[in-house]
């Protein structure tokens, strides 16, 4: 990984005292302590399908050789004018290493690996799971992956990300079985009611859910801690359970049964690691904001990743400066995803109208923004990346 705090430097003395030119990182950089000279873009390389970029690769090579995802990470690079490119690596939710636990993942060329069949159906499978020594398969592949790209291409930002506790837990219970599991278990502790809890104790085990949370706390660890061994930078490094949110569950649920854990995976890496908890809208935000404790509870996803949107797809106009106003307010990089489907179906005017209307409120506010591209789904002309991208440098400027 690039040395950031040699980059930082630079991106503020050529802001300070507008010495040269910024490159992509350092613009990137520079938005999260102030405002560089422009809004910079960010793409993340996996939310385009391989076989968009190159009719020779598709998902099951991706997942079989480092080499197809290296390839794939160039051509990216070199295809797209964005400030900011992540994630270059097409191997879908088998780099958490849950598939060397013995989550079966259905691989075929046309579509992202998705889990089919769980190792946990009964409080003994617990038990079987190991914590691994080292890492193997594809936890293995995806290091070695990140390592391989961050040394073909400098220029890049590639903090590792992986699952945490909660996000663990759905990839080895089941999507199905695990909210079952949770609701059980808060249904119980939450009752004094000796015939009720009875009648839970028939309908399953209420110790389910904390013995597969405790697993996955122990996972998480061990998966961070395997990654430093392996010579991977934990700078920058973000802990996802994106599926401990609405709709599947509320806030209260997520802060009583689900945030202790991760706080102790959080803690073990001395507090370093970026939480990612998506809010679905600014008034959500500014709740945990300015009722829950700081610490941990202030760790947020400062973006509109879930906000409700348009039926073209993009989040409602009306949340737009409320969220910019509070990212000022607590001096935060506010990143602005625009949905793959609207970039699919929308013309270049009504691209350019988006991105100017977004760009013009975020600059007369003065908040810092970044614009990056979710999923861009099958169907997409991909010279339409390139159009928004030039069209945020024309409207984006500070």
């Not at 995806?142 to 837990?169: K, M, N, S």
């Not at 961070?224 to 920058?236: E, F, M, N, R």
């Not at 995803?337 to 600059?363: N, P, Q």
């Not at 007369?364 to 945020?392: C, H, Q, W």
Request: hydrophobic share 40%; aromatic share 10%; with cysteine.
């Amino acid at each position: 990984m690039p040395n950031l705090i040699i980059t930082i430097l630079k991106a503020l003395i050529k802001g300070k005292f507008g010495i040269g030119k910024l490159s992509g990182l350092e613009r990137y950089m520079l938005a999260q302590f102030s405002l560089p000279d422009r809004i910079p873009t960010m793409l993340a390389a996996t939310n385009i399908e391989p076989f968009m970029l190159d009719p020779r690769y598709n998902w099951k090579l991706t997942v079989e050789r480092i080499e197809a995802n290296l390839e794939l990470a160039d051509l990216v690079c070199k295809r797209f004018d964005c400030d900011m490119i992540m994630v270059p690596i097409w191997q879908g939710l088998m780099i958490m290493g849950v598939s060397e636990l013995g989550t079966e993942f259905k691989i075929s060329e046309e579509r992202v690996p998705y889990s089919v069949g769980y190792p946990i159906q009964s409080k003994e499978d617990i038990q079987k799971i190991k914590l691994p020594e080292e890492a193997t398969g594809h936890l293995k592949m995806y290091f070695d992956t990140l390592l391989e790209v961050q040394e073909r291409h400098p220029e890049l930002i590639l903090p590792i990300t992986l699952d945490g506790p909660w996000d663990l837990a759905m990839l080895l219970r089941g999507d199905d079985k695990l909210p079952l599991d949770m609701r059980l278990h808060k249904d119980y502790v939450e009752t004094d009611d000796p015939i009720k809890k009875e009648k839970i104790r028939k309908r399953g085990d209420p110790d389910m859910y904390p013995a597969i949370m405790e697993l996955t706390t122990q996972v998480a660890i061990r998966m961070y801690d395997l990654a430093s061994k392996y010579g991977v930078s934990l700078l920058g490094a973000s802990l996802t359970d994106q599926y401990a949110a609405s709709p599947i569950m509320g806030r209260e649920d997520y802060v009583k049964y689900v945030l202790p854990y991760i706080e102790r995976v959080w803690r073990h890496q001395k507090k370093k690691l970026m939480i990612v908890y998506p809010c679905n809208s600014p008034m959500v935000m500014r709740k945990i904001l300015e009722t829950e404790p700081a610490g941990l509870n202030h760790q947020i996803m400062w973006s509109n990743y879930i906000f409700p949107t348009t039926p073209e797809g993009i989040s409602l106009p009306e949340y737009d400066h409320p969220a910019f106003e509070l990212a000022k307010e607590y001096k935060k990089n506010f990143i602005y995803m625009i949905h793959g489907k609207f970039l699919r179906d929308a013309i270049e005017k009504e691209i350019e109208a988006l991105v100017k209307r977004v760009c013009t409120l975020a600059t007369k506010m003065r908040t810092s923004l970044t614009i990056a591209l979710t999923a861009v789904p099958p169907g997409t002309d991909l010279e339409k990346l390139n159009y928004l991208f030039k069209r945020v440098q024309e409207y984006g400027k500070y």
